[in-house]
Structure formats: C-alpha cells, structure tokens
C-alpha cells in the first residue's frame, strides 16, 4: 500500500480530514490571494497533458478566455459522487455566468442522441478520468465537434488526456471507495470556473469577483472546524442506525448535496436513503415519513433558506425525526431537530463545500457502527472501468 493510512482507522477517514488541504489545492492555482481576482491556470485547450506545465499562464489564460467567449452553453457529464458535484456546478455557473447548463449522467448522456449545438462546452468531471460511461461521452462530444474540458484528479487519466482543456482536482491519491475528498475539491474548482467565466463574460462586477474569492479562500479553515463533528457522529450512530430510512432533502445548491449524502448512506450503511429536492416532498416522499424515518435537511442560511424551513416544518409535523444543518447557532432549527449540525457563514456558492462534510462522517460512522468495511464497500469498485 504506497499511500498509508497515517495513523486513520480508514482511508476514507483519512481523506475526511484531508479535506480542507485538498481544497485549498485545488484553488490554489487559480485564484490570486492578493487581488482577490481569479485567472484559470494552464487549462491548455488544444495543448497535450504532457505541454501543460510548460505553458506560459499568462498566454494561456488569453487562449482559455478567447475559446470560453465563443461558449453559449455547457453540458456537464459524469457518474457517482462526480455527477452531484456537477449539479452544484450547474447552479454556480447558471447564476454567475447566466449560461445555460445541462448535467447529465454520462450513461445516459451517451445513448440518447444528445442534441449538442454549437458553440457548446462539453465539460466531464471524474476522480480517476477512467470512468467507461463518462469516457464514451466525451469521445461522442468530440465527435460531434463541441469543445471539451475535463476535471480529473488523476492527471494523464485516459479522458484527461482525451479532453482539448485540463482542470485538476489536486486532491491526491483518493483510496476510499466512496468519494469525499475529489468531491470538495471538484466543487471548489468550479467556483473558480465560474467565477472566471463569469468575468469573462461580463456577467460579474470586479467587486464580487473579490467578495467570491475571499469566500472561497476562507473556506478550508472553516473546514476545519466542521470536521469537529466527528466525535458527533462516533457517539450518535448507535442510535442513528435504529432509523427504518432516510429522507435527505435542499433546495438550490442543497439539493445535490441531498442526493449526495443519500448516496454516501447507501455506499456505506447498506440502508435505504433518497436524495430529494425539498420543494418536492409533496409528490410523494411526504407518504413515506413516520417516527422511523429520518429526515436530514440540508438548510443553510442563503435565499431559499425560508423555503426549506417550511417544507421542514411539514416533515416534521408527519412525524418524521429531524437532523438538520444550517449555518451558525440557528436556534429556530435546533429547536426543531434531534440533531442539529452547524456550518460556519458563507457565501452560497461555498456552502456546499461545507454542508457535504457532516453527511460523510455521518455515514462513515454509521458503516462503523454496523461493522461494514468503510474502504471497500460491498459489489462497489473505486473505479467502473467496463460497462
Ligand atoms: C464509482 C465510485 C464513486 C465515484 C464514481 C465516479 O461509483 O465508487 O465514488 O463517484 O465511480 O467515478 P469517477 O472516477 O469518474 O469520478
């Protein structure tokens, strides 16, 4: 085993607390600390991997902006973990840069004729860059002659080198089966993706670009504080594992946080969990909820906040049991909750960073707690080389 465990019970744990390191890594290239202004760095469209390195920044971000101009809409494809990330990407490239964008899962993506007009920026995420599915959907993209770009971790990665622009995740090595800290880190490239697209655009004044990138530069240190919630969990699985299900649910930038977590609770605990927009409750999952079911809220203080709180209070008068996150000391929601887990204030293009962290303890030390292998869950593989 070349990368260790360093002392972690698990590598996930490990890559857990990593986290706010990885992130910071993965700006670091693109943001300037001390304009507080973003430059995407060395994408190299039409470059090889190997060139990369080489590339003089300053020109190279000349070409990005001349290629990321001529760009009217974006498709982001990917599979798993990779595939919320690029539904977050959605609501910041969306609102910030107001182009229109399509996420898709790439084995869908990839068998049903997708409509792809000009001027289109394909864009794939994937942890490995060795995903089948997401793989064919970006040699069927170049194919039909949109422009591709790629967020990989494993540099040289087959769709890597595939793509015509390169984004990193920087995360290292990930070994957990289940994706954590690709996951934040991919979100926080995005932020400075969008961020400079939108710049580029002029969809973005030069005050926000600065008010954004202070966010983003904050948030590996308020990271870390979440990460406290560790011992949280370590405590409380024994009593979370008694719940029948779980019923995770946000609005805007929550949602896929929602659908993330449920999926981090099935990889993991092996127990019945949905992702669901919030707004969607009374189409269904509302019949679902009684004292067995849990339901955790992802609600943090941003504009929809009030919205969420609402559809909270409608779970709860079913029955349901409440773990819910929102930002700081929140009374209104620690009243409401069995279990209540706060976030520092941010902005909400970096919430989501911030909101996935006590989901994925949550998990992990409910898969402690039954005695599941963390690392290596059950008919899962880190990596879905084959169809
Ligand atoms: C597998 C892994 C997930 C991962 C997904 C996509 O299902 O277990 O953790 O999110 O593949 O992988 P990729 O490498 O393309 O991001």
């Given at each position: 085993?070349?990368?260790?465990?360093?002392?972690?019970?698990?590598?996930?744990?490990?890559?857990?607390?990593?986290?706010?390191?990885?992130?910071?890594?993965?700006?670091?290239?693109?943001?300037n600390p001390e304009f507080f202004s973003v430059a995407l760095k060395n994408i190299g469209f039409g470059q090889s991997v190997q060139k990369l390195e080489e590339l003089d920044s300053k020109a190279d971000w000349e070409?990005?902006?001349?290629?990321?101009?001529?760009?009217?809409?974006?498709?982001?494809?990917?599979?798993?973990?990779?595939?919320?990330?690029?539904?977050?990407?959605?609501y910041l490239i969306e609102q910030l840069a107001k182009v229109p964008v399509?996420?898709?899962?790439?084995?869908?993506?990839?068998?049903?004729?997708?409509?792809?007009?000009?001027?289109?920026?394909?864009?794939?995420i994937s942890q490995s860059g060795e995903t089948a599915d997401t793989l064919a959907a970006i040699r069927m993209a170049k194919e039909m002659g949109a422009t591709t770009l790629s967020i990989c971790n494993v540099r040289n990665s087959t769709i890597d080198r595939e793509a015509d622009g390169h984004l990193y995740m920087n995360s290292g090595?990930?070994?957990?089966?289940?994706?954590?800290?690709?996951?934040?880190?991919?979100?926080?490239?995005?932020?400075?993706?969008?961020?400079?697209?939108?710049?580029?655009?002029?969809?973005?004044?030069?005050?926000?670009?600065?008010?954004?990138?202070?966010?983003l530069l904050?948030?590996?240190?308020?990271?870390?504080?979440?990460?406290?919630?560790?011992?949280?969990?370590?405590?409380?699985?024994?009593?979370?594992?008694?719940?029948?299900?779980?019923?995770?649910?946000g609005r805007g930038s929550s949602f896929p946080i929602a659908m993330e977590g449920a999926l981090k609770l099935k990889e993991l605990a092996y127990m019945h969990a949905e992702g669901y927009a919030a707004g969607e409750m009374k189409?269904?999952?509302?019949?679902?909820?009684?004292?067995?079911?849990a339901i955790v809220m992802v609600a943090p203080t941003d504009h929809l906040y009030e919205k969420t709180i609402?559809?909270?209070?409608?779970?709860?008068?079913?029955?349901?049991?409440?773990?819910?996150?929102?930002?700081?000391d929140n009374e209104k929601l620690r009243?409401?909750?069995?279990?209540?887990?706060?976030?520092?204030?941010?902005?909400?293009?970096?919430?989501?960073?911030?909101?996935?962290?006590?989901?994925?303890?949550?998990?992990?030390?409910?898969?402690?707690?039954?005695g599941y292998d963390v690392d290596q869950p059950r008919n899962l593989a880190k990596s879905v080389t084959v169809e």
């Open positions: 085993e070349m990368v260790e465990k360093q002392g972690y019970t698990h590598y996930m744990l490990k890559e857990i607390y990593e986290q706010p390191r990885a992130v910071a890594a993965a700006i670091e290239p693109h943001v070409k990005t902006k001349e290629v990321l101009k001529n760009i009217d809409r974006v498709f982001i494809i990917a599979c798993g973990t990779s595939n919320y990330a690029g539904m977050v990407g959605k399509e996420v898709d899962i790439a084995s869908e993506f990839r068998y049903r004729n997708p409509v792809i007009p000009p001027k289109s920026l394909v864009m794939t090595p990930e070994i957990g089966v289940a994706s954590t800290k690709a996951f934040t880190s991919t979100m926080a490239v995005l932020n400075c993706f969008a961020i400079g697209f939108a710049r580029l655009r002029g969809t973005m004044d030069e005050a926000t670009e600065k008010e954004l990138v202070k966010s904050a948030v590996p240190s308020q990271m870390e504080g979440v990460l406290a919630y560790d011992k949280y969990f370590e405590e409380a699985a024994s009593k979370l594992k008694l719940f029948r299900g779980f019923l995770y649910m189409h269904g999952p509302l019949a679902l909820i009684d004292e067995r079911m609402s559809n909270l209070e409608e779970a709860r008068a079913r029955g349901g049991k409440v773990i819910s996150i929102g930002t700081g009243a409401i909750s069995e279990h209540y887990l706060a976030i520092p204030k941010a902005h909400w293009t970096t919430n989501s960073i911030l909101t996935v962290i006590p989901l994925q303890l949550m998990s992990y030390h409910l898969a402690c707690n039954l």
